[in-house]
């Protein structure tokens, strides 16, 4: 169900493309509450315009989606949209549906390619189950093969509009990230597609990636059971890279700084998805941390021997390009000092990724 609260705009304390983050004073009181404007849906908010809100993440106490979210202006509705190709409508039969042009649809300019293209020619594709992976995954890339042309393929699990990512966003603009994908019921990237599949030819054959990052948007869901989660996908992202002729490169979730013993060390989302969900070969990058953590997650990790490539990987040099990049790292709240292990990780895996790429050009 939804929470419905009016509210008023104090100011806009930042923009990036797609999105304004507001401060919002709500109705009939004092109170004041951050909430964030997908402007490509509702327009740009200005100080002093009436906003109607969803305000769940508030109440739930929500950590990467703690905002109230702008529903409408109401005394100021954007224009219609001009008309024109698109008809894929992405999150689906709810209030903001909105209506993409799918890279793979007939009436894109891509439909021809895509429609002919069966594979993606060996190209490194890297799956994380978490979107703040994706920082240290293009770290450890620029580190190894500077320069190289990375697309991300933003899956469905978590966040649906691509804006809600100031990180890629930022990433972007600084050259490291090349271009976004969004599949599923996920939209606002560079490129619409229906399907991981498709989204993964569409980065290859059109965006002219050297590898791609598959992992869902900002935010995931768990509830602690075995398989209540929405990281699976990474293990399904596996099976679609494999298929299209792919060489995926399994990045593992780990952590020294999480209290929960299901995800200290190696956590059970990685051996879940990669032990059980994917059904084709990957080589799984597991890093060389020093001392008994270390040895922790190699042993953890020996487990997936069984079913995919496991190949140590050196994390000399990735604190340095870590703190190199132009964004925040955060992960379930805890940064690169609070997590050390997490970030190397996702750095080793595009290590990998750029040796695998530099080994076949």
Known sequence: MIRWREGEVRSVRREWPGAAELEVTLEGTREGCRALAYTSLVGLPRPGDRVLLNTNALALGLGTGGYALVV???????????RGPGH??????????ATVLGADEQDSPHHAVLRDADGIEAMPVVTADLHSALPAILAGIERERPGSRV?????????LPAWFSRSAAELRSSGRLTATVTVGQAFGGDLEAVTTHTGLLAARHILGAEITVVAQGPGNLGTGTPWGFSGVSTGEAVNA?????????ASLRVSEGDA?????????????AYGRVALARAEVVVPRLPGEFGERVR????VLGERHTLVEVDV???EEALLELPVRLSTMGRGLAEDRAYFLTAAAAGRHAARLLAATT
């Open 151 to 159: 697309v991300y393929v933003m899956l469905d699990g978590g966040a």
């Open 299 to 302: 042993a953890q990790a020996a």
């Open 316 to 318: 000399e040099g990735l």
């Open 88 to 97: 894929l409508v992405k999150a689906r039969y709810t209030p903001l549906q």
């Open 260 to 272: 929960r013993e299901r995800h200290h060390g190696l956590s059970h989302h990685s051996l879940t």
């Open 241 to 249: 890279a494999a298929v299209l002729g792919g060489r995926p490169v």
């Open 72 to 82: 409408a202006i109401p005394d100021r509705l954007p224009p219609d949209p001009p």
